[in-house]
């Protein structure tokens, strides 16, 4: 059988130009794309796994006495893609229109039910981060505010009807009668078009989980979210051979899905606690506290420990 390759591509552009007064700008642009065929553990259901990722990335550095700058504005585009690979190949059972599923030996054959697939996202990214020298101690600190819009939709069963059997001696005798012609010279059984379907499953023609329009789909939309994030940090050199770091930051994101909604009562009534109200975390607080230990006073030895709280 004959399957798409691996392929990776990637692409990667700076400009750095010197500014005035020891600061510097520059731009960076990113792009990233692959493709590998995958079968999820579907046997002759195959498909094409994609991936695009484009980034423009404008830095700024700059210091101002003990006062270093340092200033970020990204864009991030990404895009994964799932397409069909099975029809049109020379995989068994391809082309049947549907996709044959023998519950219990594994055969699994025709157009993937995975497919086809979107998943889109954007980031919109600005951060700043400083630091200051304080005789022994380097004080460091920054903000940041995200953007991210995400969306897309999985249009299960969308390419084809899943037709599930059983393998059971009674649906075998009823295969034996089929009127297709067996495979490798057995009989009418060996072929999987004589077996009786027991479930077809067929896709909605939909695919999309929210009814919000966002990066070019009509509906599927998530977010967006606002991320929210400071951080404060101070590096202590208590001793020439003995530095203690110790710092906090906050972390918050407005567009957790469906945290607007209420709690549903008739849903926990079943099941305890799947009905509960979406939980909005605004008390992201992340500690961080770490040493680094020279010993000897040699440098040759280091001992590093720490220990944080991270979102």
Request: glycine share 12%.
């Amino acid at each position: 059988a004959s399957l798409e390759g691996v392929r990776d591509n990637q692409l990667m552009g700076r400009l750095d130009y010197t500014l005035p007064h020891n600061a510097r700008l520059f731009y960076r642009f990113n792009y990233f794309s692959n493709s590998l065929p995958s079968d999820f553990g579907l046997g002759y259901s195959v498909y094409s796994n994609k991936d695009i990722t484009r980034s423009h990335l404008v830095g700024l550095d700059f210091s101002s006495g003990t006062f270093t700058h340092a200033v970020r504005f990204s864009f991030l585009k990404f895009q994964n893609q799932i397409v069909d690979t099975t029809v049109g190949s020379d995989l068994p059972f391809a082309d049947t229109g549907v996709t044959l599923d023998a519950l219990g030996n594994g055969l699994y054959t025709g157009p993937s039910p995975l497919a086809p697939q979107s998943t889109p996202q954007r980031n919109l990214q600005i951060k700043y981060d400083g630091s200051k020298a304080i005789r022994s101690h380097i004080l460091r600190y920054g903000v940041s505010f995200n953007n991210i819009q995400g969306g897309g939709f999985a249009s299960f069963y969308g390419t084809a009807p899943r037709i599930s059997w059983n393998q059971t001696d009674a649906n075998a005798a009823f295969a034996a009668t089929g009127p297709y012609p067996g495979l490798n010279g057995g009989g009418p059984e060996t072929n999987p078009l004589n077996w009786p379907a027991e479930r077809v499953r067929y896709g909605n023609g939909q695919g999309f989980s929210t009814l919000e329009p966002a990066l070019g789909f009509p509906a599927g939309g998530l977010g967006p979210d606002h991320r929210f994030a400071f951080y404060v940090g101070d590096s202590w050199k208590v001793k020439p051979n003995f530095t203690v770091t110790v710092g906090v930051r906050y972390d918050h994101d407005t567009g957790r899905t469906d945290s607007d909604l209420p709690a549903d009562p008739a849903i926990n009534a079943q099941f305890p606690g799947w009905g509960n109200r979406v939980n909005q975390p605004n008390t992201n607080f992340a500690p961080q506290l770490g040493i680094a230990w020279d010993p000897a006073k040699n440098g040759k030895t280091v001992v590093r420990a720490g220990i944080g709280l991270y979102y």
